[in-house]
Nanobody, 129 residues
Framework: QVHLTESGGGLVQAGGSLRLSCAASGRTFSTYVMGWFRQAPGKTREFVTAISWTWTGGWTRYADSVKGRFTVSRDNAKNTVYLQMNNLKPEDTAVYYC????????????????????WGQGTQVTVSS
């Protein structure tokens, strides 16, 4: 069993930055896909970004709405994935969730919630105008 814990959310003005963290615990693993999703009030949960890792390397993928503003990264030694969010906009306001898939696969379906086995509890990001 894997437990995911997000942190780093908060209130920020438009144009500001936040860095979210997602720490995984409970078991060790060497291959994975970690995704970030977000859900605004009254809307469905949507894909933000994903990052993978295998012994031969990894890939990243971003939703069009965050390309150039958000950066996903990993620290495998800490079992932690980060989401650096710059130039935040009010429409980025949402609860942000990280999700984990313990497998080896490409980015094509990384935007599908069904892909992921484990989910964090979410962290609120609020961007004021």
């Amino acid at each position: 069993q894997v437990h995911l814990t997000e942190s780093g959310g908060g209130l920020v003005q438009a144009g500001g930055s936040l860095r979210l963290s997602c720490a995984a615990s409970g078991r060790t693993f060497s291959t994975y896909v970690m995704g970030w999703f977000r859900q605004a009030p009254g809307k469905t949960r949507e894909f933000v970004t994903a990052i993978s890792w295998t012994w031969t390397g990894g890939w990243t993928r971003y939703a069009d709405s965050v390309k150039g503003r958000f950066t996903v990264s990993r620290d495998n030694a800490k079992n932690t994935v980060y989401l650096q969010m710059n130039n935040l906009k009010p429409e980025d306001t949402a609860v942000y969730y990280c999700a984990l898939n313990l497998g080896v696969s490409g980015p094509s379906d990384s935007d599908s919630r069904a892909r992921y086995e484990y989910w964090g509890q979410g962290t609120q990001v609020t961007v004021s105008s």
